[in-house]
């Protein structure tokens, strides 16, 4: 079973550039989720997926993340603009259903300069 | 206050001592726990979940859930070297269909 699946892995941009980032979860998982790890830090999760609707959004800053799972499958989060406060590891993680546990892909290292 | 907490350590132990990591979580509602494990650079992974009152057990791991209590505990018996990570405590909240981690507890194995 292919796991989860997120590029790109690596990503330096300026201040003020956007970025996306992309995640196919493991087939057949209907719970999609994107986390926002700092250095030191626990995830923090960003959006949280049922199928291709947002379940909890509450911690996304609207105002620049913007993410998308459309036909249910695949999701791309976005930052548009980008501040230096952003660079972290970007995880995207799938559960079968909600509450069951996570899986893991190998997260996007975004450096903001 | 946060949802879950838990020391950052880091906590270190001899290896083949037991290692003792604890978590403690602010809402009743919570169902579910997982442990997971992260290695520096690594994305987490499950260790073992648990939700029921009391012991689980695999192999040299055993998780421990006290309800009344808001703790949930991770004990590693005959730590090796290769157990060295952070450790991660997640609670599940049915009501909210959310789940929350903690910042992770740092664990060194010294040989």
């Known amino acids: 079973e292919a796991g989860v699946a997120q590029s790109p892995r690596y990503k330096i941009i300026e201040k003020r550039q956007s970025v996306a980032f992309w995640c196919n979860p493991i087939s057949g998982h209907a719970t999609l989720y994107w986390y926002q790890q700092i250095l030191g830090q626990g995830p923090k999760l960003l959006i949280q997926f049922q199928n291709n609707g947002v379940v909890d959004d509450s911690q996304l800053p609207k105002d620049r993340f913007s993410a998308e799972r459309l036909k249910g499958v695949d999701s791309t989060l976005k930052i548009q603009p980008a501040k230096l406060e952003d660079s972290a590891v970007y995880l995207c993680?799938?559960?079968?259903?909600?509450?069951?546990?996570?899986?893991f892909g190998p997260g996007t290292r975004l450096l903001v300069l | 206050q946060k949802e879950v907490e838990q020391n950052s350590g880091p906590l270190s132990v001899p290896e083949g001592a037991i290692a003792s990591l604890n978590c403690t979580y602010s809402d009743r509602g919570s169902q579910s726990f997982f442990w997971y494990r992260q290695y520096s650079g690594k994305s987490p992974e499950l260790i073992m979940f648990?939700?029921?009152?009391g012991d689980k057990e695999d192999g040299r791991f055993t998780a421990q859930l006290n309800k009344a209590s808001q703790y949930v505990s991770l004990l590693i018996r005959d730590s090796q070297p290769s157990d060295s990570a952070t450790y991660l405590c997640?609670?599940?909240?049915?009501?909210?269909?959310?789940?929350?981690f903690g910042t992770g507890t740092k664990l060194q194995v010294i040989p």
């Open positions: 648990i939700y029921s009152n």
């Open positions: 993680a799938s559960s079968l259903v909600w509450g069951e546990t996570q899986y």
């Open positions: 997640a609670a599940f909240f049915g009501g909210y269909q959310k789940v929350t």
